[in-house]
């Protein structure tokens, strides 16, 4: 009992702090939109390094990654490679975005698409379905900063109660300080999380094994087929090759992703941060330390959830002290609440901007939308809170088809900032298409070669999109520009 | 910018995304020789994500360096 409570004693003084961090955050520029929603438009290098970093590391980076390695093996490595992936499109992507946003006041994907193809209702269309997106994310990540606590304090700190602490602290600054509270304790938790992986990585295959060398070569002893492709579970290239791909090149399709590119200071400032980025991706590499060190230590008796292996290994198996069992879960929640501050601050912004100000509540001043953005997100943190305790098993499914749904905006978004001559009609027949064969081969068929269904139906996408647009050109005889409104 | 900047930029990365899935990990996917204690295919990812940095590294020195922000 008195472990737990010096568990929970770290924890808490480690939640006050990036509570306080939060609320100190709090720019003069608050009561602006554009301050609220993207920090004025001149964030810097390091702090958006941290944001777009923290964004990607959920709490599903920091307990599924060491599962893959410990359940798949090799495979594991996915994760390295899409995370370093991911870059290249901010590189591509990310200039073009920040500056079009300046010129024209866009925040959200919705306002760029709206504007761009000229229709309010494909605007509102992106806006539902990236808060149904969001909210289930966000759920997930309230769920996992509540197991964590519960787990790490052996029900010290039930699950309903662990959830609610962690995510009160994120409501609170986000509610106050919008992106420049994001934006610091982000730093302050991206540390926090690299230098407690690294420290847990290390010592663990130290104490198990005398070293990661020697742990890799008694692994390669007894089971050498975890080292390599196609693992412990017979993973195929097809699969594996083309879930990096989605990942790597979709993600960026994310709202809480996309959005952030409008709050660089500018475009030079968004490719130094693609040039370190791949550097963030070396977090992980302990992580899957503790993973592939969990497979022998596991051999005889598997374990049934293979996300606990972290959990497992620094509680049980390598006997810290209470003081590491705590640093190891402020760790893990400030991978889950650095993520669900993200997504939190964008449902809301999505919500009111996208969904709320072209319907509910159109010409309402920028004072009451700011107010209306700061309650959402407790409104909507409150929902996922809701959601979690509830865990229903639809939330999966539905944060599955949602994401399917958004990186099918792919093709669209391409039109908007490098692609002029294509028109409304032909990017939502594609999107249209490809998001009902992501669906059909999600949920109803499989997908083709074991392929992952993200790229079968980008190609679709791809394919109706040029076949519409040829259409549309020898139908309309040379008025295929007409659709650009300048 | 010219169009072999952009032309190297792209084969670049094109280049590390092909080394890290099917067909170019398949030239890495052994355990031996080992190299800091890893096994080769998981030295091959951290070898690769040092050279995307590196390359973009440069790519941002040619195209940005001496605070230009075109």
Redesign the interface.
Known sequence: MTDSLIVVGITLTYLLGVLWVGLRARGQENSSLEGYVAGGRHVGVVILFFILGAEIFSAFAFLGAPGWAYQHGAPAFYILAYLSLVPITIWAMGPRVASLGRQKGYLTQGDMIADHYQSRSLGILAGVIGVLALVPYLTIQIAGAGLLFQAATDGLIPFWLGALLAFVVVAAYVFTSGLNGIGWTNLIQGIMMIAIAWFLGLSISERLYGGVGEMFSQIQLTMPESLTMPGATGMNWGYFSTAVLVSAFGGAMWPHLFMKFYSADSGRTLRKVSVFYPLYAYLLVPLLFIGFAGILVFADEPLVRSDTVLLRMVMDVANFSPWVIGLMLSGALAAAMSTGANLAHTAAIVLVRDVMSPTVMKGASEQSVVKATRWSVLGLSLIAYLFALANPASLVLLLLGAYGLIVQLFPMVLGALFLPQLRRASVMAGALVGSLAYLLMDFVWSSPLGWHAGVWAMLLNVAVVGAWQLLGRTSRDGQALAGKSV | MTKTYHLL?GLH?AL??LA???PG??IA???EP?V????F??FW??L???V??AG??VA?VV??GG???D
């Open positions: 930029t990365f590390c995304t890290m899935i099917w990990a398949l996917n052994r355990i080992t800091l204690g890893l096994p295919l998981f990812y951290i690769w994500m040092l995307l940095f973009m590294w941002f195209r940005h605070g230009r922000h």
